[in-house]
Each structure stands twice: as C-alpha cells, then as structure tokens.
C-alpha cells in the first residue's frame, strides 16, 4: 500500500502516568522500524509530565508526526459536526438533531405567538375558550364526573401578553382588605368575570347571588373593600393549536394545550388584591401566613 505509515494505540485505563506512557510505546513502537506517525488514545486526563514523557519516546524512536488523545480531546472531537454520526452511533445523541429539534420548537412557539396577536389584538380584552389537548368528549361535560374541579375546557378573558405567552384573567372575587392587621379574606360564590349560564334558570341563580355578595361587599368600609385578582400564563410553547372560529357552542378562538395534573393548562400564577383601577397590594407582602399559603409567588412566569 502506498503512503505512511500509522500505529494507533488504544487503551481503557483508569489512569496512565508518565511511566505508563513509556511502557505502551516501549511495547508497540520499534526503533529499528518506526511508524511515520503514532496515536495514543486514552479515556484518561494525561498531565504535562506524560505529555512530556510520550514526546520524548516517540522523537528518540524516530516517529515523524504524534499525537495524545485524552478524554478532553475525545470529547471535542466527538462534538464536532463532521463526527456527528460517530456520537450518535455510539452515544445515541445527535446534536444536528438537537439543533433540527430546537429550532422547529422555535418556530412553532412564534407562530403561535403571532397567531394570537393577529386573532386577539395586541391588547386582548376579548375572551377564549382553553381546551385539553387529549379531551376527546367536549362539549359533554356529563362525560367527567370531576368537571366541576377539574374542568377540560374553559372560558377565560384575555388580559395581556407575556414575553412567554398569554396572560389570562383566571378568577375576580369580592375581597376583605385590613391593611393595618396584615389580614384579608375573599369569597369564591361570586366569580366577576364568570360568563353566565346558558340556561335562564341559572342565570337567574348567577344573578341572584352576585347581587347578594355584592350588596354585602358595598357595605363593608371604603378602605376594606378589595377585589382578589388571579391571573395566569399560558405559554406559547405548550400551545398546540389555536382555532379562530370556536363554533356554535362557544363562539369565540379555541385553544387547544396539554393539561398537566396539577395546574391544569398554565404554567404560572400571580394573585394581587385590587384596591381600585390604580391600586394593587400583592398577596406576599400582606403577611407571612399568605406567603406560605400561596408559595413564593411574585410574578406570573418566573423564567421563559
């Protein structure tokens, strides 16, 4: 065969020392007969006195060209886009797929993000309708004995877009505020922003109580009266699909996101009392025992 000649050593070894390195050549490469070229190759971090140590073997033997492959120069080498297949044949990773992956997650989160402007505006006011992604019974409710707690499709007023994703008004309740005693309270039997019921005879009911916890809120003095405010995000990445149309039995745009266990479609909350359209007191600064109720909760999304 025409060309040099090269000898590559491989060796699986814990540690190898500068006496180590003298006794592989010493055992593979023959001074009467030297390769052109030599590489030892190690999972191992080689110091300078081995570096050492195996630059000398191979000069005083006559190898023309040489090199030391420890595990830092295994590892660049691996991660180098021409070796890609090599990693992901022996590793199962692949870093062009990763980046194929990465930037098709990317697309997918603006184009969502876009739709949602052009369908809601830049300054939503209007309400969606947020639907499970793996619900296959709406518009049946009867299908799910837990509706009721964990509801697979609901209707929320959009409030606001988040740099992560859109910000929903989860709940408006009729609140008690004694700034001074650090305490509060709030009633869940009056939802404002809950749309009324199809049916008149729950319309009615709807009615009835909303006049009812109203009328005793009015009574309440001006400084104590106070509206708890829950809002939450919905993050562009989780959105699946967004239907613009709705359809007969709610008209307005559908989203469609996965529900996890615990927070349902949203990735975060932020829970303030409103003391009038200029005034918000956050939960967490009204005392500690609201603090360790609703955790460490100062902004909607944390980090995107």
């Not at 003095?221 to 613009?244: E, G």
Request: aromatic residues 10%; proline residues 5%; glycine residues 6%.
């Amino acid at each position: 065969m025409e060309g040099n000649l090269w000898m590559i050593q491989c060796k699986r070894e814990k540690e190898v020392g500068p006496k180590k390195v003298a006794s592989i050549i010493s055992d593979g490469v023959v001074a009467q007969a030297p390769p052109y070229g030599y590489i030892l190759a190690a999972p191992v971090h080689f110091s300078k006195a081995a570096h050492d140590r195996f630059r000398e073997e191979l000069r005083s033997r006559g190898v023309m060209e040489f090199y030391l492959w420890g595990a830092g120069e295994l590892e660049d080498m691996l991660f180098q886009p021409k070796n890609d297949h090599i990693l992901f044949a022996f590793f199962g990773l692949s870093l062009a797929i990763r980046r194929r992956s990465r930037a098709a997650s990317v697309r997918s989160t603006v184009l969502a993000k876009n739709k949602l402007m052009r369908v809601l505006g830049e300054r939503p006011v209007q309400r969606i309708l947020v639907r499970d992604l793996g619900d296959e019974s709406y518009p049946y409710e009867g299908d799910y004995p837990d509706f009721d707690r964990n509801p697979r499709w609901k209707a929320y007023k959009a409030h606001s877009f988040d740099p992560c994703g859109l910000v929903v008004t989860e709940a408006r309740h009729f609140a008690y505020l004694d700034r001074e005693g650090g305490k509060w309270d709030r009633t869940k039997v009056v939802d404002e922003d809950l749309p009324l019921a199809d049916q008149q005879e729950e319309q009615q009911q709807q009615q009835a109580q909303h006049l009812a916890v109203k009328g005793f809120w009015e009574l309440l003095p001006r400084a104590h009266r106070a509206i708890l405010v829950r809002r939450a995000l919905i993050r562009f990445d989780t959105i699946a699909y967004i239907d613009d149309k709705g359809d007969t039995v709610f008209e307005m745009p559908h989203i469609y996101v996965p529900y996890e266990a615990k927070h349902g479609p949203f990735a975060g909350y932020h829970e303030y009392l409103e003391i009038n359209e200029h005034t918000q007191v956050p939960l967490v600064r009204i005392s500690a025992k609201v603090t360790a109720r609703f955790g460490n909760v100062t902004g909607l999304s944390g980090r995107c």
